[in-house]
Structure formats: structure tokens, C-alpha cells
């Protein structure tokens, strides 16, 4: 496929010290992870999203809460990382620096490999205490007594995700920022949340100096911010920027 970035664009890229990419749900629906929408259906569909997605809601009914959120991590694990995923483990390995910032929490960037992540939204793949915010990577859990209980404190343990009307954690957000007016070029990767902070993002890298590219299915409300617009499928997309910043056939295949 080739690539539609003038070469000036693409010099740029290719000499850049510090590549940000930040990914949202369009990244996820690379590998068909249900967004919260298309998950909310069946036996969930009865309850309100309040129920399901508060801290309020969690107090009401941690078992509810602690199951929806296990339901959803299984659909995530039960995914795979896709083209797109990979190809920006290439690039993360090409640039001397360079920072993922992800809305997803499905986990699927890291188990492709990417490292220098920020998870600004959490991810299902980990829990946190509710009274003294230990994170945990693994748990135990008997079918009576969700949810378990975290082993350092004894409290109740609940997702590591950022759930409606919880704010962004101030270290991610703190790092994402800077990582963003560090950069040289800012990859706007396929949907992504139009939720401040992360939307003023584009805005920041530019006004820093970046180039920011916007790569997308559609016309993404960043195309509008960019200096350049990919409109591809990211499973083409991306690969194909690899391929054109590191030269050569990009033969990376999904196991
Ligand atoms: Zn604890």
C-alpha cells in the first residue's frame, strides 16, 4: 500500500529523536475488542451505567461491579494483538525515544510488547485496593467472595481502570504531557476520545513545534488538527509507516 505523507513529511519522521503515539478505541477495534458500548448488551444491558461504571456504583454493588469489569477483561485476553499494535513496537524500537499514550485498557499494547506505555485510562489487566491504592498484576478470587481482597491491607480490591467520573491519575497525565511538548512528531493513531485534556494533546505538540500526523479509518476530528492525514485502515496504515521510516520490506506476520 503506499503511503500518502510527502517526503518532506516523512524526512521529518525519519529523523526525529522523539516519536509520541497516542492510541484510543480505534486501536482497540484493530483487534475487535468490544468497546464499552458494543459490551454493554445481553445480561448487562440491564443495568444502568451508573451501576456498572462508578465508584458510586462499585459501593452500591462491588460484585456487579468487580464482574462486569472480569466479563470485559476476558474479552480483552481473548483478543490478539493486531498489525497496527506491532508495527508500533517497530517503532518504538527504531526512535531513540519514544511514548505510547493509550485510552485503551485492554492490555493489548503491552502483550504486543510496547514498553515506554502510559495507560492513561488503567487497564483491566490489573486491580488496585480500594483503601490504599496497592496495584496488583494477578490475584486470587473465589466465586463467593467477589470482590478478593487485596493481600498487602486486607480492603477490597477493584479494577485498575478509571471509571466515568474519576478523573486522569496526575502522574500518567503529568508524564503524557510532557512526553507530548518533548516530541518531535505526534502519531494521532485512529479514534480517539475527544475528552480534555487528551484532545488539547494535537494542540500542544504544534504549538511545541511537532509535526503531527493524524492517521485514521475516517476523518477523525484530529485530521482537522494535523499538519498530514493517513485516512487508511491502521492495520495497513501502520505497518506501512514502518515500512517507509525504516526502509525495506516490513515482514512482520501475526503468529
Ligand atoms: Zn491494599
Redesign the pocket.
Known sequence: MPLTLPERALERLRTARHVVALTGGGMAATSSVPSFRQAHTGEWAQFDVSELATQQGFMRNPRRVWQWYDYRRKLADSAEPSLAHYALVDIEQHFPAFTLITQTIDGLHWRAGSRELIELNGCLRRA???????VLSSWDEEEETLPP???????S?RPDVIMFGEGLPDWELKRARHAVEQCDVLLCVGEISAIEPVSSFPFLARRSGAQVISLADDDSIYSMLADYVIVEPLNQALPALVQAIVGGENTRQVA
Open positions: 488496585r485496593c480500594f483503601e490504599a491504592g496497592h481482597n487485596c493481600p498487602h491491607c486486607g480492603s480490591l
